[in-house]
């Protein structure tokens, strides 16, 4: 087993009034008079939250909430990778690694993983429990950066790395939505003799086949016309993320605007308010893991690393990934799900849900249906 460093995070106090004075000094500029939301990030809210920001965010008490768990570092592929172990309650709790994507990081579980490690505290089952592994992806958060970019395909044989050879389990379930189902799906690719199953709430992966028949016809049309708009953030980040780092890496404000429109655009919200799912302080929490590590630019590369890998196909021979897997659909999904004629195509489906609420960032969003569908799913495999 490889050795593991115990991590606790903590920010210099020069940072966090570095960041503060950046903030506070940013050079306002205009907007179109009648944009909302649709030209980008808007200019009212961001002036209320980068306000709220500077006179009543407090990291230290977000710090001190990240470090209420186990947190670990341990060398894999030349980096130290950065993850979160909570182990479950119980006699024989069942490993699940669990990972974000972008703009996301360890701060979407926060209020998810005591419901995964401890059912009991929150009126379910003991026998439901997980030893909770999160990990932050390569080149983001609190891991080491990656020498080059690293697609999802790479990282989850990171992640398989510190599962096995780590922490040494011989089996363990993987869960992810945006880049953590790419990665789940890897795993479960890759690596079926240990990883016994997957759980993903999003589809990212393509079959070599087109769609067939007018339902898959549809969806893919309208998928291609829903992406348009989508297309701008991920195309740069896939090709010149280099060129939009010199910019993001010197402005708060402009990391800050960069990921809040994708948690407004991306979220099941109400009355075009984000803050009718999330509060500031978890928006700016999560911008400021990425602040505070000065890994927006290398967490960008994960897009140039997955067009390297071959893009969204899983496999040219037509393969599909053989273990049990869940699917749980969230409506407001950015990327909106196929027919399941065609998810099955790519995964050997066993659980198929279609949630009545619920967003991109499902963990946070809506704890309680997915935690309830994990539990559900980690039922039905054969351990």
Known sequence: MSSITPFNVSVADETLDAITTRVSEYPWHEMPVDGGWDFGTNMEYMKELCAYWVSDFDWRNQETEINRFAHYTAPIDGMDIHFIHEKGSGLNPRPLIISHGWPGTIVEFLDFIDLLAHPENHGGNIEDAFD???PSLPGFGFSSKPPRPYGPRKMADVFNTLM???????TYMAQGGDWGGAISSWLGYDYPSVCAAIHINILTMRHKDPPSGPEEIQWAAQ???DQLIQDGYRTQQATKPQTLSYAMMDSPVGVAA???EKMHGWSDITDDNVESVYTKDQLLTNIMVYIVTRTFNTASWIYYG???EGGRLLSPEGKRVEVPTAC????KELLAWPPRSYAERIYNITQWTEMPRGGHFAAMEEPDLLIEDIRKFARSIDW
């Open 306 to 308: 997955r067009r390297e």
């Open 223 to 225: 998928f291609d016309k």
């Open 164 to 170: 096995v050879d780590v922490l040494g389990y011989k």
């Open 258 to 260: 960069w990921i809040l």
């Open 132 to 134: 909770v592994v999160a």
């Open 328 to 331: 749980a659909l969230f409506p």
